[in-house]
């Protein structure tokens, strides 16, 4: 695309930080190019025209003037302002972990729609239900969208049937009492596991709040780091 030019767009504010006296850069995983920073012109005077509608989490359409260095934002209104999770510390927590992972995972000049999809998809979830399944089912989906779909059916490493006893991030998934390594599961988490990777999230986000669903949300975020991890450590050998 020629530089100069005026771009449409919607995108997700993934996080701000300061530029000068009264600007702001913005980073947006937009659905159209992926992710973009951009500069937010005059955002922190008091008369600015949509600072608020460029805070984390933002769920905005955009006009991005495609500058030299940075897009230069020329527009912003808001799709979704997520009103409930801005109100609640939980879910501005979750917000967070969900944004700062779809940051490490999207690099510069690649488009990511199915992502950007998932984060919006996820963010309306958090909206609307105070579930502590909402961010680790965001999780499992961002790793078997990477290609890290955690195995859960079935033991990972001998096809057993079950019952399913352990958790293990490097043979990617659960295991049955034989194979067992990793971390320990209660039958209740491999049954929210198999709902979660199962397309039976709804059913898993109506149920109370229970211990099985914090030992999701841990196995989860942990599997996330180990596959993030894993992959900076290969982007540096390959960079060397
Ligand atoms: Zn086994």
Same mark, same amino acid.
């Given at each position: 695309?020629?530089?100069?030019?005026?771009?449409?767009?919607?995108?997700?504010?993934?996080?701000?930080?300061?530029?000068?006296?009264?600007?702001?850069?913005?980073?947006?995983?937009?659905?159209?190019?992926?992710?973009?920073? @951009?500069?937010?012109?005059?955002?922190?005077?008091?008369?600015?025209?949509?600072?608020?509608?460029?805070?984390?989490?933002?769920?905005?359409?955009?006009?991005?003037?495609?500058?030299?260095?940075?897009?230069?934002?020329?527009?912003?209104?808001?799709?979704?302002?997520?009103?409930?999770?801005?109100?609640?510390?939980?879910?501005?927590?979750?917000?967070?972990?969900?944004?700062?992972? @779809?940051?490490?995972?999207?690099?510069?000049?690649?488009?990511?729609?199915?992502?950007?999809?998932?984060?919006?998809?996820?963010?309306?979830?958090?909206?609307?239900?105070?579930?502590?399944?909402?961010?680790?089912?965001?999780? #499992?989906?961002?790793? @078997?969208?990477?290609?890290?779909?955690?195995?859960?059916?079935?033991?990972?490493?001998?096809?057993?049937?079950?019952?399913?006893?352990?958790?293990?991030?490097?043979?990617?998934?659960?295991?049955?009492?034989?194979?067992?390594?990793?971390?320990?599961?209660?039958?209740?988490?491999?049954? #929210?596991?198999?709902?979660?990777?199962?397309?039976?999230?709804?059913?898993?986000?109506?149920?109370?709040?229970?211990?099985?669903?914090?030992?999701?949300?841990?196995?989860?975020?942990?599997?996330?780091?180990?596959? #993030?991890?894993?992959?900076?450590?290969?982007?540096?050998?390959?960079?060397?």
């Amino acid at each position: 695309m020629a530089k100069g030019t005026l771009h449409r767009d919607e995108g997700v504010v993934l996080r701000t930080y300061k530029l000068g006296e009264a600007d702001r850069i913005v980073v947006l995983l937009t659905r159209g190019r992926g992710k973009v920073r @951009a500069v937010a012109k005059g955002v922190r005077k008091t008369k600015s025209k949509f600072g608020a509608r460029l805070e984390p989490t933002s769920h905005v359409a955009v006009q991005l003037y495609e500058g030299r260095e940075l897009d230069i934002v020329t527009q912003a209104e808001s799709i979704d302002q997520f009103r409930a999770v801005r109100a609640d510390l939980d879910r501005i927590a979750r917000a967070s972990t969900m944004l700062e992972t @779809a940051d490490q995972l999207a690099q510069q000049g690649e488009v990511y729609p199915r992502l950007y999809q998932m984060l919006v998809g996820a963010l309306r979830t958090l909206e609307g239900s105070e579930s502590p399944l909402v961010l680790p089912a965001f999780l #499992l989906k961002v790793l @078997a969208l990477e290609g890290y779909r955690p195995e859960v059916e079935r033991c990972v490493q001998c096809g057993d049937g079950g019952p399913l006893v352990a958790f293990d991030d490097e043979s990617g998934g659960l295991l049955c009492r034989s194979c067992r390594r990793g971390t320990a599961v209660s039958p209740e988490a491999v049954a #929210l596991l198999q709902r979660i990777l199962g397309g039976r999230l709804n059913e898993a986000l109506a149920e109370p709040p229970s211990p099985a669903a914090h030992e999701v949300d841990h196995l989860a975020t942990r599997s996330v780091e180990h596959h #993030l991890e894993r992959r900076l450590r290969s982007v540096t050998v390959l960079d060397h």
